[in-house]
């Protein structure tokens, strides 16, 4: 549970006459609270009313002021979308806040796990229904990578899972390992899952893990993300957020652990066999230890205290039952009878009717053999975030940090290029749930042949790549857009001429979310009333071109499209983003014969 923005407003009585009464404000703070409710074999308890909940916050009972019950048979529909043509794209909206959204993390997996790891979640993919919507995120030594942004579509998620942007290439690992990523991943992780609504099941995947020396030092990196979570006391997503730690291979958190008593060079040999790479003897693949079995008490202990579950049965079973109980919850509300916002942590308790209290099962990896209420068991009671946490920049886009060895877009031409408009250039970020207020679709055609940037030469008008990728092989691309005109409000003139404006922005960000490549034009629309008849119907088309660098033996860059069209004078946007990898390519004869360009 979090505190919130302030949720009631009282103002003192009316002043008497001839005496000036202060007025007093009293602001009071929400908590809102999601519980699950399980049976004896792990299903959900629906049906249950207010009055079976019974809830204290430090000893002291609580009032609701708000409770809802969530159901995946309460949810919308899912629609079926027609297919388009290669290499269009279009407008989707974004999930509804009332459907409950998966976000699976893969946390430094080592790379010999990776292949498992991989497996687990396309067997789970393949018997996964539409309407469920999920992202996937991986963290690793270069920090904080969105592989697949939200989607319920299960066909593009099993083609995620299988690309490299899933599982990419073994990298020139560096000993000791240089930390090349945007500074503090795990506080950014948690920025972008707070601009996200509704309840999040965070699928946390990890074969990390020590001998029992206790959380903080056994699961450091999962500590840090818990840490972040509290670094902005107004944001509800904090409760709303459940993470469901799950350990890669089971107990002991992989399938390789005898490996790690050799020699990292006879590793490499075992692990990857057609690898030339050459380790140092201090840089082992592989850690000498995942996980004692303390170590997985205490991760099963984290996740109960943090409302959610760990999982030791393979992430295959894991991800198909966090779907199912994180999809059915109640969602509770309720002002705390504790008015003093003095930081200090506040102990929540629940009891259903019908619901024995009694403790969960050590070391977490049992079935689900009992009744269950599973919720967040507490909140810091405090005003202002933890100024001891990073809470300052976005966690992708335009404002996220870097450290200077990645910083991708040089300042300047960046700031000249990036959207004018405050609106356009946050619906814009990396990551950033795309609005659909303008409709619109995008015909990406990337030419045959790649170019170079010769040393000195000058950038193309309108157009920069990032100075890290200047020396590099691009395509161009060029973007179609078709927008609906039935979603534009054109206004007319005294004249009787019909006009409008539109910013159109088009942003390559790596998978990191630093800019490499940015474009944006403003277009006017003027018409007269026999034109506007055709505009109405053949609707709006506007042309631009942005590179984006050419894969190559380059390793692990990956890179999305993302594209937007915001109408100036209603203020409203669309946004489409397009992972780069999903553009096709023209045919391989076409290629062929279209040698790279100077």
Not at 163 to 183: H, N, T
Not at 277 to 296: E, F, I, K, T
Not at 312 to 339: C, H, M, R, W
Request: with cysteine; proline share 11%; glycine share 8%.
């Amino acid at each position: 549970a979090n505190p919130a923005l302030p949720a009631v407003q009282a103002l003192s009585p009316s002043s008497q006459a001839g005496l000036q009464v202060p007025t007093i404000h009293v602001i009071a703070r929400t908590v809102i609270l999601d519980v699950i409710v399980t049976d004896n074999d792990g299903n959900p308890v629906r049906g249950l009313k207010p009055s079976a909940f019974a809830l204290t916050e430090d000893g002291v009972p609580q009032k609701f002021s708000a409770f809802t019950e969530f159901s995946p048979s309460a949810a919308p529909p899912v629609t079926s979308v027609q297919p388009l043509p290669p290499n269009t794209f279009a407008v989707q909206p974004p999930p509804p806040e009332s459907v409950a959204k998966t976000i699976i993390v893969l946390d430094q997996i080592h790379y010999p796990n990776y292949p498992m790891v991989r497996d687990d979640i396309s067997a789970f993919l393949k018997t996964a229904a539409p309407g469920n919507p999920t992202a996937i995120i991986r963290l690793d030594w270069q920090g904080l990578h969105l592989v697949q942004d939200f989607t319920s579509d299960p066909e593009i998620l099993r083609q995620t899972v299988a690309s490299e942007r899933m599982l990419p290439p073994i990298p020139d690992i560096q000993c000791p390992p240089r930390y090349e990523g945007v500074a503090n991943p795990y506080g950014r992780l948690t920025r972008y899952i707070a601009g996200i609504p509704g309840r999040i099941n965070l699928a946390w995947i990890t074969d990390e893990g020590g001998p029992g020396n206790g959380f903080p030092a056994d699961y450091h990196q999962l500590n840090d993300f818990v840490r972040n979570q509290y670094a902005s006391t107004d944001d509800l997503h904090v409760s709303r957020v459940v993470p469901y730690f799950i350990k890669a291979g089971g107990y002991i958190g992989g399938i390789l652990q005898p490996i790690s008593d050799l020699a990292p060079d006879a590793q490499l040999k075992l692990l990857f066999p057609g690898s030339h790479l050459v380790l140092p003897p201090d840089c082992p693949l592989m850690p000498p230890a995942q996980g004692s079995l303390l170590a997985n008490a205490e991760l099963a202990d984290k996740a109960t205290e943090l409302g959610g579950h760990a999982f030791f049965n393979g992430t295959t079973k894991a991800l198909a039952q966090i779907v199912v109980s994180g999809s059915d919850y109640y969602e509770l509300s309720y002002v705390p009878t504790n008015p003093n916002w003095n930081g200090a942590y506040r102990k929540i308790a629940i009891n259903v009717s019908g619901i024995p209290q009694t403790p969960p099962a050590r070391f977490g990896w049992s079935d689900y053999g009992q009744p269950k209420v599973a919720y967040r068991g507490g909140y810091y009671a405090r005003s202002t975030p933890d100024p001891r946490l990073d809470s300052g920049s976005p966690a992708f886009g335009l404002g996220a940090a870097s450290s200077p060895e990645t910083a991708r877009a040089s300042a300047s031409p960046a700031a000249a290029r990036h959207p004018s408009d405050a609106a356009l250039a946050a619906a814009m970020g990396f990551g950033v749930a795309t609005p659909a207020q303008v409709q619109f679709t995008v015909q990406v055609t990337p030419a045959a042949q790649t170019e170079v940037l010769q040393p000195g030469a000058p950038l193309s008008r309108d157009n920069f790549l990032a100075a890290a990728f200047r020396g590099q092989p691009y395509r161009n691309h060029r973007i179609h857009y078709w927008i609906d005109p039935q979603h534009l409000k054109l206004t007319r003139t005294p004249a009787g001429v019909f006009r409008d404006d539109l910013q159109f922005a088009a942003i390559v960000y790596g998978d990191d979310g630093l800019v490499v490549n940015s474009i944006s034009a403003t277009a006017h629309i003027q018409a007269s009333a026999d034109d506007l008849e055709t505009i109405l119907a053949s609707g709006v088309t506007f042309d631009q071109t942005i590179a984006i660098p050419a894969k190559g033996d380059a390793a692990a860059d990956h890179f999305f499209l993302r594209t937007g069209v915001m109408e100036v004078s209603s203020g409203h946007v669309g946004v489409i983003e397009i992972p780069a990898d999903r553009i096709n390519l023209p045919p391989a004869q076409s290629i062929a014969n279209a040698s790279p360009q100077p």
